[in-house]
């Protein structure tokens, strides 16, 4: 561990700051080629939806009102 006041550190014969290399020449990188753009086509939904783009809700007489599924009885009592 340091101590705090590092007084007794020296610089060691030799051991100097090193001397400055060439600065080298900054060549620029080459040019990207470019990617050819992928040509977008619109997809057709597959349920019908309304002007928000949400899907037209549509009854089914399988679920409730929450989508949860109706309960029925097989022996005739309620």
């Not at 997809?43 to 309304?50: G, K, R, V, Y």
């Not at 037209?56 to 009102?65: G, N, S, T």
Request: hydrophobic share 30%; glycine share 6%.
């Amino acid at each position: 561990m340091r101590d705090k006041k590092d007084n007794a550190t020296f610089d060691l014969p030799g051991f100097g700051p090193a001397e400055p290399l060439a600065p080298e020449p900054k060549v620029p990188p080459p040019p990207r080629p470019r990617r050819a753009a992928l040509k977008q086509e619109q997809m057709e939904l597959l349920a019908p939806t309304d002007a928000s783009g949400l899907p037209v809700w549509q009854r089914d007489e399988q679920l409730d009102v929450t989508g949860l599924p109706v309960w029925q009885r097989d022996d005739g009592r309620h």
